[in-house]
Structures are given as structure tokens and as C-alpha cells.
């Protein structure tokens, strides 16, 4: 699968936190059951990696990568731990070496238009637009489309339900990232109903904007 294949596995990518490696899981299978298969794990807890591990064995059917990589070392851990892909708030030379040497879709963040050409120009012409209201948002993307239009984006931070759907209307946009589908107080409560329904209508988000 390349960058671009592991986008159009849903409209949303939903970036999580495991604090507490009991509720990875249930976690992954609550969002599985509404249909998100895409699970960015993310390097801000001491469970990330063996949440990534874990959840690889025991839910099949999600697709786990790693998220908040800041290096190579970070990288290759992730990757010897499971991961499937990898998404990143910038992107290095390091970084970016050792992504291709894994040959694994990996999304570098990017937030002006140098930065987007440096992370095409190694390669990544799939990017992670953030974090993207604080930096322009649909208006920076919609002028990004002008001048790169080889460049796809998946735009994170500060999107959640009711803005994602402007996003996913623009041409340049195939999935977007954010935290809102696990609220800390669902997961601590283990309501994974919630947390399915969530994934369900954020499944359904994409086609609103389409329609
Ligand atoms: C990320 O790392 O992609 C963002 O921090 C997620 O942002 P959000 O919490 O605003 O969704």
C-alpha cells in the first residue's frame, strides 16, 4: 500500500493517545467496528509502542502506524514494533532516509509551501498539512492546490466533526487526522460505544461534503 491507497482507507485518521496499554484493544476494535481502520498511535505516551505491538496481534483488521515521530531511532522502533505507516509533525533528513529505506508509506508534516516541495522533492508527495487551522487551514490548502497540485494532503490539528467536512471537499484533501473520535474521558470510561458511534459518523463525513 502507498501513501496514498492508506488515505482513502477512510475519510478519518483518528490520532490517538494510549495512555493506559488496557484500553488499547478495545480502543482499536471500537474504532474498527464504526469503520475506521487507519489508527495513528502516537509517540506521546510510554505505551505507544507496545500499544502498536499489541494492537497488531489482536485486531487484525486495523491497520496501526505510528504517529508524533520527531527521528530515525523513533522510526525504526516503531517499525520493529509493528507499525504499517508513519506520520510525523515535520520532517528530517534522518527521518526522511530512514522512511524510504523502510519502503513503508510515511506522511512528513508540512505547513508552508518550501516545506511541502523539500518533503516532494524526497519523495512524500502525501503530507500531513499541521498543524492546520493554526496555519491557514482550507484557505492555505485551496492556495497550495494552485501552484503543487501533485502534493495530497491529510490536514491535522484543530479539525473535529463539524469542520472536517470543508476539508474533505477540497480536491487536495483525501483524509484528515484528529483527536476528537477518542476523547480521554470516553477511553477512561471505556464507553466504546461512544467511541464507535464517533468512527460511524465520521465514516459518513466525506459523504456530506460530496453530495
Ligand atoms: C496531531 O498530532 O495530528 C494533532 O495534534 C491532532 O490535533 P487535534 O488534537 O487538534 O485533533
Redesign the pocket.
Same mark, same amino acid.
Given at each position: 500500500m502507498n501513501a496514498l491507497e492508506l488515505l482513502e482507507q477512510s475519510p478519518v485518521m483518528p &490520532?490517538i493517545v494510549i495512555q493506559d496499554i488496557d484500553t488499547a484493544v478495545e480502543l482499536a476494535r471500537a474504532l474498527v467496528a464504526g469503520g475506521v481502520r487507519s489508527l +495513528?498511535i502516537?509517540l506521546?505516551s510510554d505505551a505507544a509502542l507496545q500499544a502498536i505491538t499489541l494492537i497488531s496481534q489482536e485486531v487484525p483488521e486495523a491497520l496501526v502506524g505510528v *504517529? !508524533?515521530v520527531r527521528n530515525a531511532r523513533q522510526w525504526d522502533a516503531a517499525v520493529q514494533a509493528g507499525a504499517r505507516f508513519g &506520520?510525523s509533525?515535520g520532517l528530517t533528513a534522518d527521518i526522511a532516509a530512514a522512511a524510504q529505506a523502510s519502503g513503508l508509506p510515511f506522511l512528513p @508534516?508540512i505547513a508552508t509551501a518550501s516545506e511541502a516541495m523539500y518533503a516532494a522533492d524526497q519523495g512524500f508527495s502525501v503530507q500531513?498539512l499541521?498543524?492546520? +487551522?493554526a496555519v491557514g487551514g482550507v484557505t492555505l490548502l485551496k492556495a497550495l492546490h494552485g501552484p503543487l497540485p501533485e502534493i495530497t494532503f491529510c490536514p !491535522? @490539528? *484543530?479539525?473535529?466533526a463539524e469542520n472536517a467536512g470543508k476539508y474533505l471537499a477540497l480536491p487536495n484533501v483525501k483524509c484528515v *487526522? *484528529?483527536?476528537?473520535l477518542t476523547p480521554k474521558d470516553a477511553v477512561e470510561g471505556r464507553l466504546w460505544d461512544v467511541i464507535t458511534e464517533l468512527a460511524r459518523a465520521a465514516c459518513q463525513i466525506r459523504q456530506a461534503a460530496t453530495r
Open positions: &490520532v +495513528e502516537t506521546r *504517529g !508524533t &506520520v509533525p @508534516g500531513k499541521f498543524p492546520a +487551522e !491535522t @490539528g *484543530g479539525i473535529h *487526522g *484528529g483527536s476528537w
